[in-house]
């Protein structure tokens, strides 16, 4: 089993910057890739970045060059920065796991005020 708790959402204006944390615990030797997907009112769940145990890193077209992921193994963390943030990246953000099986965090609010 693994456990993902989520952090660092919140309120913020257009154009400015968020960092979302994913810390893991559990059988973690056992995660290959993590990721943060996003879901908005009314529409589905979105790949946003994933980031592999070799850190290859994959992003949504529509985050390219504004956002960031990365990992700290020692901390069991992953992280994702964002800047120049939109209206449009309003949403809750679920950080992702995949071992054998898939695991998602509980998700953290992001909201983005014009």
């Known amino acids: 089993q693994v456990q993902l708790v989520e ?11 968020l960092r979302l ?25 979105d790949l946003v970045a994933t980031i592999t145990s070799g850190e290859r890193t994959n992003y949504a077209d529509s985050v390219k060059g504004r956002f960031t992921i990365s990992r700290d193994n020692a901390k069991n963390t992953v ?14 953000y679920y950080c992702n796991a995949q071992a054998i099986y ?10 983005v005020s014009a």
């Open 7 to 17: 952090s660092g959402g919140g309120l913020v204006q257009a154009g400015g910057s």
């Open 21 to 45: 944390s994913c810390a893991a615990s559990g059988t973690i030797f056992s995660i290959n890739t993590m990721g943060w997907y996003r879901q908005a009112p009314g529409k589905q769940r």
């Open 79 to 92: 992280y994702l920065q964002m800047n120049s943030l939109k209206p449009e990246d309003t949403a809750v």
């Open 102 to 111: 898939t695991y998602w965090g509980q998700g953290t609010q992001v909201t």
